[in-house]
């Protein structure tokens, strides 16, 4: 599926915000992932023919982030920490209560494809309110059973976020390229 | 100690992420001062006051601002916001009360070093505090901070926000550059530093969010009043942030050279539920543990060093007497196979190697061997990889084989971990 008009658009200004337009293949990525929830193959060589540069320099940067999906997921994303300090505040226990209630493995889909979820090893820069999670990208900490529930009873009656990824930035006044 | 907070001493005002709440509170009005300086002016007032960068490896400010080699632009600032250590989540909390602080400590720096388009790259995890940046980058150009001719000084800057995409090791500031540019996130040989070839190859400075904050107060106040506050070798304060087994997690400022122990058991409401303290961590993931005989210990960067331990970028993990020091290091081993980028052998493999054998001393397969065999892993990885991110994946794991080998011991005797059931006990 061909990116949005304004995908493609909002593409060709990244490329003329920074001083070397690969710079924009990152925000170009969140762009299209954010449109179509995941980053295809063919969005990466559209990506490749707005920003004029190889679809093989586009495909090497997408596969080295974590955040970037390479396949469809559920309407909503749950990544919860395990790492060290999340873990002496009890991630585990939440880790292994949010798996009973949503009755999928780690990095599963719900049957209704309310919710994908994950545990991640990676911190997530909330270890002052551990256990902790992030439900698209926005933090949910001081975690116990009565809150994941009540999360979960939230994602499965809401649409995906469309907030899930940041507003544009609001249009600025710019030289041709840059003053440098 | 006496000292009030620098950084934070506003964050209890009711909408300070607005420009017009953050101006009321005296905000620009150090960039203004700046703006009145001349450049070289600027960096002899940062180097004079001492600043040391909070990222992690503690360089002198006024010194990498100084290594711009004379006459060669354009050349850009990067403020590393890539915050990703586990146990710190300091930058967050900086961006998310005042993000205009950040902001304005760009603005100085910036012109400080002679640069027009600086850049602030922030993990993608960060997604409030990417908008709290955005708007507050949006409100700064309006008011005419931001933009050609600012403030009618004939100065230009403009501020291209940049959001990361999940990688660990884009704060290592070469690997940072080069994510800035699009390729996947690996490091740089150093020489040349950014200073000289930073990013597109030109002369770049990559600063710390918590170190430009120190900026507007250092400009407004003077050098020596800052280098009066903290230590002879760390001036100034330091957000630390707390967590694990304390009463009270979360972010405290504190004049360097406070002791650990205030930290903990005033600030933080000592150890949680009546429990004893076992050991902490000082720096996030990658430093080594430290024990309650440390507690006397100055947060400092150098008394921390002299401990040994380092006070990398400002994170105190706390452990009580259930933790098992086995499990902490594996969950730290497995960050740090999970974030390596690759490219080089020692970390690539090493950490891979070093996670197996976690996971066989957590399932009861570990054998006899398997301590040293882990300790000459990580002797081959520390100072054998291309960048510190593999050297400090052998840190903390062999501080706790060198005053826990006995919990090793344990989980090969006793065929998997000795605390499961106890922690079941005492939580029960």
Redesign the interface.
Known sequence: MALAKATAEQIKDLAA????R??????A??AAQHEQGYVTDEAMHEIAEHLGLPPS?IE??A??????LTRPEGRHDVVIC????C???GADEMVAYLERQLGVRDGGTTADGAITWHST??????????PMM?VD???EEDLTPERIDAIIERLRTTPASHD????R??P??RAKK??? | MAIKPLLTKDFATENLHQLSVYEKTGGYAGFKRALEMQPDELVELVKKSGLRGRGGAGFPTGNKWGFLPKGMYPRYLVCNADESEPGCFKDRYLIEKSPHQVLEGILIASYAIGCNLAFIYIRGEYLPQTEALETAIDEARQAGYLGKNVLGKGYDIDVILHRGAGAYICGEETALLTSLEGYRGEPRLKPPFPAVKGLYGKPTVVNNVETVCNLPHIVLNGADWFAAIGTPTGRGTRVWCMSGHVNRPGNYELENGTPIRELIEEHGGGVWKNRTLKAFQPGGASMMVLLPEHLDVALDFDAIQKAGSLAGAGAMVVMDETTCMVDAARRYVKFFHHESCGKCTPCREGTFWMANLFDQFEAGDAKPGDIDLLLDIGYNIDGRSFCPLGDASTWFPRSVIKFFREEFQEHISEKGCPFKKSVQEAVA
């Open positions: 915000r920074y001083p070397s690969q710079s924009a293949i990152i925000p990525l969140w320099l090497a940067t596969s080295f982030y974590s955040m970037f395990i790492n060290a300090p873990m002496l505040r090893i990676e911190c997530l820069g909330a270890c002052g309110g551990a992030q990208h926005r933090f899930a990824e940041p507003k930035p609001s600025r006044p840059s003053q440098n």
